[in-house]
């Protein structure tokens, strides 16, 4: 199994590598530079001006010596200066914002397991019952809601009209701590959440349904019947982690799409996470800041899908000795 | 015989609820007796009904089908009226099954270990370490070298043959007194069937169990079963002691059966097989459901259904041209 292990992670490093290269070049291959939006902002500056700018931030040399440069500062956690937050460090500017987006991803995939999981098996053990059904409905308009559309209706109807959640924000003042400032922002997370969480949890929960129910029909759950186990014995031994197998895999991909995902719920809810501030960094042009985020996100996706594989090798034996 | 039989199935019927017209009748009113220490043959083709009567017994029959009527009594207990939680303490304990696919019957997850000792530490109430002595025990009586290692081990590391071994290990594991093999070798290599089929003989002697033995290969049945069934369409058609069976083979089907394994003394160019097909259960042709395939049919065949009669000490068939002591012999 640790030979697995290793060899993912082996395979992992090019993968990262050619990450880097991609989102470098997609950078590079947007129209305009750091410079452009200020000097459309103000004509009168002489060109000559940016142009020495230009030089001096080695803006003008050649692709593969810039790329040399930023991958090794990268490398130190430098991600260069925000081109429009009057020149913070990126690292500063993000720091903040990336705990935030990962709490928030946290608590939403727990929503969506703690849910998904047991209304999936439950469903599957009772097919086409009341509750059955009332999934089934749920999963549909899950998927089919878009999630900036759920999340005004949540606030709309739970945070303005029964006022039980706040629309806004990760803390209710300043100055908290401790017990205080952790629900706190447990409060501020709850909507949010949920809305990223929703398309997950109707996935998730289609997914263990169809899982357990392909499970208990297999030939192995017959023969622990026939061996004498018990009901319990039957679902939470040989079924449950048979069932898991491909969810986990899911899993790990899933934590990719949750960070990227908030991009747009954070909008909505106007939370100090990645999301936002990748939105505003993209419209301001802050390029360095765009890098970083795009480049944190695929990273993320990365070791995402490791976890997922390796998850994948604990719980299948089958998968070590390929 | 004067002994007390160990199972008694009396009027079996399980019923599959397809839709709301079609019902397919899988068991339709099988009645046997297996005794303590033999082994009976239940015979047929695909879908004759002789796996729904195996699960039947254990009471393992999955939606939409039903037992719908009769009673199975195991040593005189009556297990349909048993509740799910008694009954998971007959199945593997008194009554053990294995069946035909070694290759998906094994949990792909849990090592062998982890499979056998589940067992045995459930209906023998065994601690850890005296499960796992037992499950190296067991493994060695079935003839699996290395036992030591092969409890560490996962299905997927082991042949097909291997794993039908371990099924039986599992099977014999909680010393039951009725063991059930659903075509145990169908899915296995023709070197290996024998085996593993000599490997059952022996633990059934050894552990004094009863043999219900599911098959279709007449071949095995005359080698290793006492008593032979045969099944067509849910019912039992021809029922005698193997010998006899073989020797005085009175029902058409039986005889289709027989006509069709290659025999080595005979030079024939072409084997004989039985016309057509089982008919599918929800739609038996009325009267003999063997009516439509039967070279012998008579008119009498599409109208009655025949019972299954007593015609000579311990024959029973289900035949028309029995009725008044007739015969199909030229």
Sequence with gaps: ?322 | MTKQPLLDVDHLKTYFYLDDERVAKAVDDISFSVYPGETVALVGESGSGKSITALSIMQLINKPGRIIDGAILMNGEELLKLSTKQMTKVRGNDVAMIFQEPMTALNPVYTIGNQITEMLRKHKKMNKQQAKTRAIELLNTVGIPRAEEVIHEYPHQLSGGMRQRVMIAMAISCEPKLLIADEPTTALDVTIQAQILDLMADMREKFDMALLLITHDLGVVSEYADRVMVMYGGQIVEEAPTKQLLRTTKHPYTKGLLGSIPKLEEDTNRLEAIKGTVPPAYDFPAGCRFSSRCPFVMEKCTQVNPELELIESNHNVRCHLYEDGGNTDE
Excluded at chain 1, 88 to 103: G, M
Excluded at chain 1, 125 to 152: E, H, V, W
Excluded at chain 1, 273 to 288: A, K
Excluded at chain 1, 312 to 322: C, K, L, M, N, T
């Design chain 1, 1 to 322: 199994m640790y030979k697995y292990i290793i060899r993912r992670i082996l395979v992992f490093i090019p993968m990262l590598f050619a990450l880097t290269v991609i989102v470098f070049g997609l950078a590079q291959a947007a129209p305009g530079d750091a410079l452009t939006g200020q000097q459309l902002a103000d004509p009168r500056v002489d060109p000559e001006v940016y142009e020495k700018q230009r030089e001096a931030l080695g803006l003008n040399d050649p692709i593969p010596v810039q790329y040399a440069k930023w991958i090794s500062n990268v490398a130190q956690g430098d991600f260069g200066k925000s081109l429009v937050f009057n020149g913070r460090s990126v690292a500063d500017l993000i720091e903040a914002r990336f705990a935030n987006t990962l709490y928030l991803g946290i608590f939403s995939l727990f929503i969506t397991i703690v849910v998904a999981i047991p209304i999936g098996i439950y469903s599957a053990r009772k097919p086409y019952s009341l509750l059955d059904y009332a999934a089934t409905g749920f999963g549909f308009l899950g998927l089919a809601i878009p999630n900036f559309f759920f999340g005004l209706i949540a606030i709309y109807v739970l945070s303005i009209n029964l006022g039980w959640f706040p629309a806004q924000g990760t803390l209710s003042g300043p100055g908290m701590a401790g017990f205080e400032a952790f629900f706190s922002r447990l409060h501020h997370m709850v909507l949010p959440g949920i809305t990223l969480g929703l398309a997950g949890t109707a996935t998730y929960m289609r997914y263990m349904r169809s899982e357990v129910l392909d499970v208990l029909g297999s030939d192995y759950i017959r023969t622990a019947k026939a061996k004498g186990m018990s009901d319990s014995n039957v679902l939470y031994k040989h079924t449950l982690r048979n069932a898991l197998i491909p969810i986990i895999t899911l899993m790990g991909f899933e934590i990719g799409v949750l960070l990227s995902g908030a991009v747009i719920t954070e909008q909505v809810f106007q939370y100090p996470g990645l999301g936002t501030l990748f939105i505003s960094s993209v419209t301001n042009r802050d390029f360095p800041v765009v890098m970083a985020i795009t480049l944190i996100l695929g990273i993320l996706i990365l070791i995402g899908n490791l976890l997922a594989d390796i998850f994948y090798s604990i719980v299948d034996p089958r998968i070590r000795y390929d």
